[in-house]
């Protein structure tokens, strides 16, 4: 039974768990989408989702807030150029979310060991399921009594190009 065991340890030592979710952290931030297991994406979530939160920019309103939050994130990524890429560029585009901003999504299982793969993503970077110019509106509530029947017109359409035919 695993009462009480809120951590997923992935078969290793915690020196070399921290330095993997560290390094992929880094490639997710980096890249915005990669592939791997989903043992592996559901501790990645946990582990990079503070982080963004700490680089958004609410939270970083004076100058000591945004050094101190800095270096907190080093010290968990411990690459500059990532550091960087999240504070300037995806902190910016993640300002009005409240959180959730990785997504996994689950692939099939890998050929050689048939390990469960997932995709992990930055939410606000795929533009297939959040385009900028479509926005979603708010659907009104719809009558089911009487109305025209669109269904009509297209049939009709389908009987004369058989008859030019």
Do not use: W
């Not at 309103?61 to 995806?90: C, G, I, M, P």
């Amino acid at each position: 039974m695993r009462h009480g065991k809120k951590v997923n340890h992935l078969g290793r030592k915690t020196a070399h768990r921290k330095a993997m979710l560290a390094n992929m952290a880094c490639s997710l931030i980096e890249h915005k989408r990669i592939n791997t297991t989903v043992a592996k994406a559901k501790a990645l979530r946990t582990f990079v989702e503070p982080l963004i939160t700490k680089a958004k920019a609410e939270n970083n309103t004076t100058t000591e807030q945004n050094t101190h939050n800095r270096r907190v994130v080093f010290s968990y990524l411990r690459n500059k150029y990532a550091v960087t890429e999240l504070f300037k560029e995806v902190a910016v585009k993640i300002g009005d979310r409240p959180g959730g901003y990785v997504r996994i999504i689950k692939l099939g299982n890998r050929q050689g060991d048939n390990a469960p793969m997932a995709m992990v993503e930055l939410v606000d970077y795929n533009e297939l399921y959040n385009p900028k110019g479509n926005k979603a509106k708010k659907s009104t509530r719809r009558s089911r009594r009487g109305g025209s029947k669109p269904a009509a017109a297209p049939v009709a359409d389908v009987e004369t190009s058989q008859e030019e035919e």
